[in-house]
């Protein structure tokens, strides 16, 4: 293990410093719908299950596995996203103490990027929302990075744009196995996952988690811990 010093935390949003109370399942069920998948049945169940297990990952992507047909991926895209923003609009809350958490971090000398599988405009959404738009040195969404999860675009083009030197100086957190790849894949030191949101602790694990935390709060004082 590299003796250096974690410079970069990479933070996911959406069961991981956001709560999400089952807004992306709610939002997918509304997309699936406009994009003629059947309301039940065997079909219905399994794209349900995929979605599921892809959590974490950039949403047209997953639109384009299940649907096989990139007009109807970007028809049942577009209808996520709306869904989501409208579902969001009634209510979204970040994870208890993610915001103090983030700000200790950036205090003690961590820069701190946001990152998600939504769309740039969604994000953006989320970030008026919980009055977020200064609380991270960076967010980014897929389109920003060139691809999404389980790639490592988002992480290393923070790692990029902030400066920092090297990867085994980055972390990353996330609720998601495709959370835990996208670390792995970018060489990040730490790939930790949260039990705030849609997988487990064995999902985590299977998925190659260096550390799993209960939250946020607690991956913030594990990186802070190495700083004395």
């Given at each position: 293990?590299?003796?250096?010093?974690?410079?970069?935390?990479?933070?996911?949003?959406a069961?991981?410093?956001?709560?999400?109370?089952?807004?992306?399942?709610?939002?997918?069920?509304?997309?699936?719908t406009?994009?003629?998948?059947?309301?039940e049945?065997?079909?219905?169940?399994?794209?349900r299950q995929?979605?599921?297990?892809?959590?974490?990952q950039?949403?047209?992507?997953?639109?384009?596995?299940?649907?096989?047909?990139?007009?109807?991926?970007?028809?049942?895209?577009?209808?996520?996203?709306a869904?989501?923003a409208?579902?969001?609009?009634?209510?979204?809350?970040?994870?208890?103490?993610?915001?103090?958490?983030?700000?200790?971090?950036?205090?003690?000398g961590?820069?701190?990027?946001?990152?998600?599988?939504?769309?740039?405009?969604t994000?953006?959404?989320?970030?008026?929302?919980?009055g977020?738009?200064e609380?991270?040195?960076?967010?980014?969404?897929p389109?920003?990075?060139?691809?999404?999860r389980?790639?490592?675009?988002?992480?290393?083009?923070?790692?990029?744009?902030?400066?920092?030197d090297?990867?085994d100086?980055?972390?990353?957190?996330?609720?998601?196995?495709?959370?835990?790849?996208?670390g792995?894949a970018?060489?990040?030191?730490?790939?930790?996952?949260?039990?705030?949101?849609?997988?487990?602790?064995?999902?985590l694990?299977?998925?190659?988690?260096?550390?799993?935390v209960?939250?946020?709060?607690?991956?913030?004082?594990?990186?802070?811990?190495?700083?004395?």
């Open positions: 293990m590299s003796d250096k010093q974690i410079d970069l935390a990479v933070l996911d949003m069961g991981t410093t956001v709560v999400d109370d089952g807004l992306v399942v709610q939002a997918f069920e509304r997309a699936a406009a994009a003629g998948i059947p309301v049945g065997p079909e219905r169940e399994a794209a995929y979605v599921i297990d892809t959590m974490g950039s949403k047209i992507v997953v639109f384009r596995a299940l649907l096989g047909d990139e007009s109807k991926a970007q028809q049942a895209n577009d209808a996520f996203e869904a989501y409208e579902l969001a609009d009634a209510g979204v809350s970040p994870i208890p103490g993610a915001a103090e958490a983030i700000t200790a971090l950036r205090a003690a961590i820069k701190v990027a946001l990152t998600t599988g939504f769309s740039r405009a994000q953006d959404k989320l970030l008026t929302a919980l977020w738009n609380i991270a040195d960076l967010t980014l969404a389109s920003d990075a060139g691809r999404g389980p790639y490592p675009d988002m992480v290393l083009t923070a790692l990029l744009r902030l400066g920092i090297a990867v100086r980055v972390a990353v957190l996330g609720d998601t196995a495709s959370d835990i790849a996208t792995l970018a060489g990040a030191r730490i790939a930790a996952g949260t039990l705030t949101g849609a997988h487990d602790e064995d999902q694990r299977a998925a190659g988690a260096t550390h799993v209960p939250s946020v709060t607690e991956f913030a004082q594990l990186l802070l811990a190495e700083r004395g």
